[in-house]
């Protein structure tokens, strides 16, 4: 293996790490409408549902988005990520309902996901038409 392989290896896997837990989130939500319908998230607030109910949506975009348009995908995938922690620490402490395992191994991605996102995102560099190198 050659050393010039190495980080773009290395980048490689954290996107793949990405893309996997956010399909992790996708496949979790999709389950939970099959098994337990539309009224899957009952007992909790409107918002806090429908916000569950759109990461069925969000959580595949971002990961289309990253094997795609990479740099939206960074974007998307660090505010989807902070918005759920967000949420769904503040149900947990306040109303109850989630499990200790399931906020914590989230907010490791969501560490994982903050801690790796700008040399995600410098890994896709964007052409810049110059005289000396055009597009």
């Known amino acids: 293996m050659s050393e010039a392989s190495s980080p773009s290896r290395l980048l490689g896997g954290i996107r793949g790490v990405w893309i996997g837990g956010f399909l992790i989130g996708t496949t979790t939500h999709v389950a939970d409408l099959v098994l337990a319908g539309t009224n899957v998230y009952d007992g909790f607030p409107i918002a806090i549902r429908l916000f569950w109910v759109s ?7 971002v990961a289309a988005l990253l094997w795609f348009r990479l740099r939206a995908g960074v974007v998307l995938g660090v505010a989807v990520i902070l918005a759920d922690i967000a949420i769904n620490w503040s149900v947990f402490s ?30 896709s560099r964007v052409a810049v038409a110059s005289p000396e190198h055009p597009a």
């Open 55 to 61: 990461l069925t949506l969000l959580d595949p975009l």
């Open 94 to 123: 306040t109303i109850g309902g989630l499990s200790l395992f399931g906020v914590v191994t989230q907010s490791l991605f969501a560490a994982f996901v903050v801690m790796t996102a700008r040399p995600l995102w410098g890994s």
